[in-house]
Structures are given as C-alpha cells and as structure tokens.
C-alpha cells in the first residue's frame, strides 16, 4: 500500500501565489522527510528535506512545515513563478534498520504556475 | 559535476524483444536503485542494491525482469520478453548509505523513454 500519501495530484497556481502541496505518513520510523522536484523528461532532484526533530525549515521560497503529532507535512512555495511548474514528489525513509536509504515516495503533484 | 548516466535515453521495440537498460552510478555511490514512472502508478521502486547485492527486487516481475550490478559502476536492468505493459520511463538512481552518513539524496538519471509496441 502507499506509504506516503500525497495530495493534491495537481495545483495550478497564479504567479506570485503560493502553492501547498500536502504529504500524510503512517510509519513513525519515518525519520526524513524530502520533497522532490521533477522537469520534464529530466529525473527528480532534491529540493528540500527535513528531519521530525524541527517542525520548519526554509530555503528561499520553499517551505517545509511539519507536524509530528498529525504524521503530516506539507511543501509551501511562496510567491510562485512560472519556473516552478513541475511535478513534485513528497517522499519519506528511515535512518535504520532493513531498509535504510529507501525512499517511499507520495505519488506526485504536477504543479502549473500561470503568468 | 557528477551525475548518474543512463543509456539509452529512448527506446521502442516491439512486443517480445528484450530490452537492456543501463545505469552509471556516481563515483563512490554504495546504493542503487531501479524505479519506474508511469501516469497510473506514479514513482515505483522496482530494485535496488547495496555494494552490488541486491537488497530488495520485490517491486519487480519475476519473470520478466532482471536487475544485475556486474560491477561497481555499471547497473542493469533487463526485460525478457517485453510487452507493451512495460512502457513507462524508467528511472535509475544512486546514493551514499549507511557507515555513520545520515540522510543523503538520491541522485537521479534523466531516464530511459522505453515503449514498446
């Protein structure tokens, strides 16, 4: 079953808008929390991630809000630029154990920013 | 820079030919990992191995697939025989782990467009 619930599956925002992007979790061994960013026809890199010890963490216009309590996290992208259009993934792995390093990843929100 | 290579970029066959897809990890990477793209299913881990052992090829068809590392900088996955089902982007990727080295990204490749007719 999916392990990272991602919504919505697509966002279309106006410039200088923001845009949210939502991730729920079951798994409380989930220990890191990155946010993925795919162009297309490139594969995903990693925008920002975050570990459950904060519950935000910023870098330029992006966002990270978590809440530990509510197994949630959410992607904010402030004032959003036509440049932002792309798909983005929310993802979560564990620090130990098995299967350490994998990443279980939400299913993808394709955002649109119009101009 | 360094970046993950994968060949071919695009690929289109006919229904029942195998099919080789091939990764160069980055230099120094431990974990490989094997996903594929579709609208439908979004991201799916198909594979992936750790020093060139496999950790976990649950995600993939048995009989069909194989994921092999015949050395360290050199990944492969293999579709024998394919069929149109298979078509999708798939992805290959490698990261640092384990030995004390908490949380590093996986570094994507741009991926093989594979269709199959």
Same mark, same amino acid.
């Given at each position: 079953?999916?392990?990272?619930?991602?919504?919505?599956?697509?966002?279309?925002?106006?410039?200088?808008?923001?845009?949210?992007?939502?991730?729920?979790?079951?798994?409380?061994?989930?220990?890191?929390?990155?946010?993925?960013?795919?162009?297309?026809?490139?594969?995903?890199?990693?925008?920002?991630?975050?570990?459950?010890?904060?519950?935000?963490?910023?870098?330029?216009?992006?966002?990270?809000?978590?809440?530990?309590?509510?197994?949630?996290?959410?992607?904010?992208?402030?004032?959003?630029?036509?440049?932002?259009?792309?798909?983005?993934?929310?993802?979560?792995?564990?620090?130990?154990?098995?299967?350490?390093?994998?990443?279980?990843?939400?299913?993808?929100?394709?955002?649109?920013?119009?101009? | 820079?360094?970046?993950?290579?994968?060949?071919?970029?695009?690929?289109?066959?006919? +229904?029942?030919?195998?099919?080789? +897809?091939?990764?160069?990890?980055?230099?120094?990477?431990?974990?490989?990992?094997?996903?594929?793209?579709? +609208? +439908?299913?979004?991201?799916?881990?198909?594979?992936?191995?750790?020093?060139?052992?496999?950790?976990?090829?649950?995600?993939?068809?048995?009989?069909?697939?194989?994921?092999?590392?015949?050395?360290?900088?050199?990944?492969?996955?293999?579709?024998?025989?394919?069929?149109?089902?298979?078509?999708?982007?798939?992805?290959?990727?490698?990261?640092?782990?384990?030995?004390?080295?908490?949380?590093?990204?996986?570094?994507?490749?741009?991926?093989?467009?594979?269709?199959?007719?």
């Amino acid at each position: 079953q999916q392990q990272v619930k991602q919504s919505p599956q697509s966002l279309i925002v106006q410039k200088g808008g923001i845009s949210i992007i939502n991730c729920a979790y079951e798994n409380t061994a989930f220990d890191y929390f990155p946010w993925y960013q795919q162009f297309p026809g490139k594969g995903p890199a990693l925008l920002i991630a975050i570990r459950p010890d904060v519950s935000e963490k910023k870098e330029g216009r992006f966002t990270i809000s978590f809440n530990k309590s509510a197994k949630q996290f959410s992607l904010h992208i402030m004032d959003s630029q036509p440049g932002d259009s792309a798909t983005y993934f929310c993802a979560a792995s564990r620090a130990r154990g098995s299967t350490l390093g994998r990443l279980y990843f939400g299913r993808g929100t394709q955002l649109t920013v119009w101009p | 820079d360094a970046r993950v290579t994968q060949t071919p970029r695009h690929k289109v066959t006919e +229904m029942g030919q195998e099919v080789t +897809m091939r990764c160069q990890p980055i230099l120094g990477h431990n974990t490989v990992f094997w996903y594929r793209q579709t +609208m +439908m299913q979004g991201l799916e881990l198909l594979a992936y191995f750790r020093n060139r052992a496999p950790l976990d090829d649950s995600g993939m068809p048995k009989d069909r697939f194989s994921a092999e590392m015949p050395d360290a900088t050199l990944a492969t996955l293999k579709i024998q025989p394919s069929e149109p089902r298979d078509s999708a982007v798939y992805f290959c990727a490698s990261g640092l782990v384990g030995g004390g080295i908490r949380n590093q990204p996986q570094h994507f490749g741009d991926g093989t467009r594979l269709s199959i007719l």
